[in-house]
Structures are given as structure tokens and as C-alpha cells.
């Protein structure tokens, strides 16, 4: 008899065992669908700023999205509570709280200030310069000719080279508002 229940009692802990799984994790999910997480919901993530940025999402399930530059992107997520993160303009932390209207997610990415460079080069030599900063900037204006650059403001090392004549200049500037700048005199 102590066999018979001895083995029944382990025929029902096999049955049992195969039969368990554990709950999945609460891990960081991609983002291609999520919607067997939970009630599915559309989250609209628009990234104005000049490069990719990573949005992560932690709450009732955790999320990681890359938005590349200028783009506008939509995924499926678990309806829930969410916080979310990014690096914004000049890689500040921006964060807050996910809201849920209208049965959608939505999050617009803060965009950058941007600034108008035009550089007139009235002379016979070609203008070429290195910005350095957030974002990297390389111009270069042909002899007798004025350009217009769109760039974010913020604080760049600035180089640049006249040639043929080769004056050069090397220095840290703060661009905060449209500039005129008139090169190599």
C-alpha cells in the first residue's frame, strides 16, 4: 500500500511540475509587441532632436526604445503606470510620467534650440572650420561665397583654417543666437 501511494503521490508531482511555469519576469522587452503582456495599447514616441536617443519606460513592465534622429516611431506596450527617461537635447536627462489619454501613450521629445550661422567669406581663400561639442560640425565655405548653417545651440570647440593664407584660430565659443561671422580677414 505504501508503495501505491508513494507512487501516486509522485505520478501527481510530475503531472503537476510539467504543467508549472513560472511567471515571466518583469525584464526589459523591445518593444515589437508587447501586447501579450496585457492589454495592448499604442505608444507614439516623436524624436525631433538631430540624433538617435534611447527612451526606457519602467512601471508595470520595462521597456527600451531606440528613436533614431528626425523620426517618429510606434509600438505596442501593457497598459499601465509607466516613468519614463531619455537624453535630450545637449544629452540633458529628461523624465517624468507616461499619460494614458485617449486609450494611447504619446511622448514628444523636447527639441533642441536651433541656431543660423551664416558665414560670409569675402576673401580669395576657402573658409573650413571644426565644431566640437553635442553635436560635431564640419563647414566649410568656398572663397566669395556666404552659407547659411542650422545648428544647435550650445557651447563647441571651434577651429578653423583660411587657405591658402593659413590663418588659423582655435578656441572655445558659446552659440546662443543666430550669428553673422565674416572669415578669414
Given at each position: ?9 509522485l ?7 510539467s ?30 532632436l ?7 519606460l519602467?512601471?508595470?513592465?520595462n521597456?527600451?526604445f ?16 509607466y516613468r519614463?527617461?531619455y537624453?535630450?537635447?545637449?544629452g540633458?536627462t ?11 501613450y ?17 576673401f ?13 560640425y564640419?563647414i566649410?565655405?568656398k ?9 544647435v545651440a550650445?557651447?563647441y570647440?571651434?577651429s ?15 552659440l546662443?543666437?543666430n ?7
Amino acid at each position: 500500500m505504501k508503495k501505491t501511494t508513494l507512487l501516486t503521490f509522485l505520478i501527481v508531482l510530475t503531472v503537476l511540475f510539467s504543467a508549472w511555469t513560472p511567471a515571466a519576469a518583469s525584464s526589459a522587452q523591445s518593444g515589437t509587441d508587447a501586447a501579450a503582456a496585457g492589454a495592448g495599447a499604442t505608444l507614439t514616441i516623436t524624436n525631433p532632436l538631430p540624433k538617435a536617443t534611447v527612451v526606457t519606460l519602467r512601471g508595470s513592465n520595462n521597456y527600451t526604445f531606440t528613436v533614431s534622429a528626425n523620426q517618429t516611431v510606434t509600438k505596442t506596450i501593457a497598459v499601465g503606470a509607466y516613468r519614463y527617461k531619455y537624453q535630450g537635447c545637449l544629452g540633458k536627462t529628461t523624465s517624468g510620467i507616461l499619460a494614458y489619454k485617449n486609450g494611447k501613450y504619446e511622448l514628444d521629445i523636447q527639441p533642441c534650440k536651433m541656431i543660423t550661422l551664416k558665414i560670409v567669406n569675402p576673401f580669395f581663400d576657402t573658409y573650413t572650420s571644426t565644431m566640437k561639442g553635442w553635436m560635431n560640425y564640419q563647414i566649410t565655405v568656398k572663397p566669395r561665397h556666404t552659407e547659411k548653417f542650422s545648428v544647435v545651440a550650445g557651447t563647441y570647440f571651434l577651429s578653423y583654417t583660411c587657405t591658402p593664407s593659413n590663418k588659423n584660430w582655435e578656441g572655445k565659443v558659446k552659440l546662443q543666437k543666430n550669428i553673422l561671422w565674416i572669415m578669414c580677414e
